[in-house]
């Protein structure tokens, strides 16, 4: 069964950190690039990060910006997404997913994705 696994959300503080994970099973990640969305009550998913197949190229959203950082491991199948300095208005359900590659640029437009799985919640206290 094809499929990626998020993992890795929680409760913490404003200021704090969280390193998400996002696990593949049943293909072999390093054939795609893979990019993070998320999603707040009540707010459309968006694109957050992603990270090109041979993880050479990166894109970021404005709001996360260098304060988030986006890696692959391709030898255990899997990307993380790195957050710091979390603010209130992270929190939301964040998702990984396959996303199409442009040349060396990867994409992150929720609409490009065909599948999503369960999501990890990360919940940031002011």
């Known amino acids: 069964q094809v499929q990626l696994v998020e993992s890795g959300g929680g409760l913490v503080q404003a200021g704090g950190s969280l390193r998400l994970s996002c696990a593949a099973s049943?293909?072999?990640?390093?054939?795609?690039?893979i990019g993070w969305f998320r999603q707040a009550p009540g707010k459309e998913r968006e694109g957050v990060s992603c990270?090109?197949?041979?993880?050479?190229?990166?894109n970021y959203a404005e709001s996360v910006n260098g304060r988030f950082t986006i890696s692959r491991d391709n030898a255990k199948n899997t990307v993380y997404l790195q957050m710091n300095s979390l603010k209130p208005e992270d929190t939301a359900v964040y998702y990984c997913a396959v996303t199409p590659q442009s040349q060396a640029m990867c994409m992150m437009t929720p609409s490009s994705v065909t599948s999503w799985g369960q999501g990890t919640q990360a919940t940031v206290s002011s």
């Open positions: 049943g293909f072999t990640l390093p054939l795609y690039a």
């Open positions: 990270i090109s197949r041979g993880g050479t190229s990166t």
